[in-house]
């Protein structure tokens, strides 16, 4: 028997819930996305982190099914792992949790099972992060704009660069949280999530990059997003996925005409948020689309102010990023965009060079066409642009489609 080092990080995988928003018929942790349900593909991304001390919270009539899920994912980690029977509130299951922690744990990670696809990256990142008297939570901007409302009437606008979307895993020092979490049960109050908890005992809390992965699954257009992004092995089919992206894009802008990834000198530029790249964010579309993570306007919109001016390999190498986190290479991309100016031929290889080294060296072709004098390209008002972009599981790229 192989003994395995006794570590100082514990994970609570909160997989208690009911899962009546998802409306599937069983508790949430045991719905499936594919052929695995969902508690078995947190557990997959909790073992495939650094070794931790690893708690199944199950709901009261499935620690079975549980237990069965977890010496899965754990494989010759089975010694690591634990189920203990969730309570009738979160606040209670997570105490369960704490509970069974072992002597030498120091940082206790609480993470919802709902976030299936949280990636093994982030898992360590939190982890690592804590310190002796500070929490951690990963967090995504919030990129809708928001409205104080009151009935049926909109009062006022809020300010989203005060505001952040916390994720888990949630980290926290154990010496902390766990009279943190007795306060909260001896004074029945209950907390939106551990870091609301641990911050009202009086601790500090800070924040860290979180992913687009870690997304909870709620309703069941988030488990449909989930089945997305997984390619359901039960179908066999794990190979590439395309998405098409277009962007138009005004003349009229100031400075330079910035288009598939070069300035033009002297011709007249593009109006946009950032540099007006209609080639570069048609790609940036096509790619969000074939990997399943929103679009443009989401990840790089007026939401985001650090993109204004940005020009094409910015986004691009962010875009890569993003479906990295996702667990995704990119394959090729092909653009088309019509106008009449500027000409293209005699650069097309230095823009496709550049577009292609921004993408991490995936294939990039560029081609142009006019449009015979119709439509508002054809009349020179702007320019269209269409672009398909393929995707494949990370580690597929060389793939042999047949």
Do not use: C
Request: no cysteine; aromatic share 6%.
């Amino acid at each position: 028997m192989t003994l395995l080092p006794v570590p100082h990080v514990a994970i609570i995988v909160v997989a208690a819930g009911s899962g009546t928003r998802l409306d599937a018929g069983a508790p949430k942790a045991f719905v499936g996305i594919d052929a695995r349900p969902i508690l078995r593909h947190a557990l997959d991304g909790v073992f495939a982190a650094a070794p931790a001390q690893v708690i199944v919270v199950a709901p009261a009539g499935f620690e079975g099914d549980a237990e069965t899920e977890l010496r899965a994912a754990a494989g010759s980690r089975s010694d690591l792992g634990r189920v203990v029977t969730g309570g009738g509130t979160r606040q209670q299951s997570v105490a369960a949790g704490l509970a069974a922690l072992w002597g030498d744990i120091t940082t206790v990670l609480v993470h919802d099972a709902a976030r299936a696809l949280t990636p093994p990256a982030l898992i360590d990142a939190v982890a690592a992060a804590v310190t002796d008297d500070t929490g951690i939570i990963p967090t995504l901007p919030v990129v809708d704009t928001l409205k104080k409302v009151d009935g049926g009437s909109v009062i006022a606008a809020v300010d989203r660069s005060e505001l952040a979307a916390a994720q888990t895993p949630q980290g926290f020092p154990r010496r902390y949280l766990e009279p943190a979490y007795a306060a909260a049960l001896a004074s029945n109050v209950e907390y939106t999530d551990d870091a609301a908890l641990f911050a009202a005992a009086g601790h500090a809390v800070r924040r860290i990059d979180g992913a687009a992965r870690a997304f909870k699954i709620t309703t069941p257009a988030d488990l449909a997003r989930a089945r997305h992004l997984l390619a359901s092995p039960t179908s066999g089919f794990q190979g590439p996925r395309v998405g098409i992206g277009t962007d138009v894009h005004a003349f009229g802008g100031e400075g330079s005409l910035w288009l598939a990834g070069l300035e033009w000198p002297g011709e007249e530029p593009l109006s946009g948020h950032s540099d007006g790249d209609a080639v570069a964010h048609a790609i940036v579309d096509a790619l969000l689309g074939a990997a399943g993570l929103g679009d443009i306007g989401e990840h790089f919109g007026t939401a985001h102010p650090e993109f204004a001016g940005a020009h094409a390999a910015v986004f691009l190498a962010r875009t890569r990023e993003l479906l990295t986190d996702a667990g995704f290479a990119i394959g090729n991309v092909s653009a088309q965009f019509q106008g009449n100016r500027p000409r293209f031929s005699a650069r097309r290889a230095e823009a496709e060079q550049v577009l292609s080294a921004a993408l991490g060296g995936a294939p990039v072709s560029i081609t142009a066409t006019t449009t015979d004098g119709l439509g508002f390209a054809g009349r020179g008002e702007g320019i269209s642009v269409t672009a398909v972009a393929m995707v494949v599981p990370d580690g597929s790229r060389n793939m042999t489609i047949g």
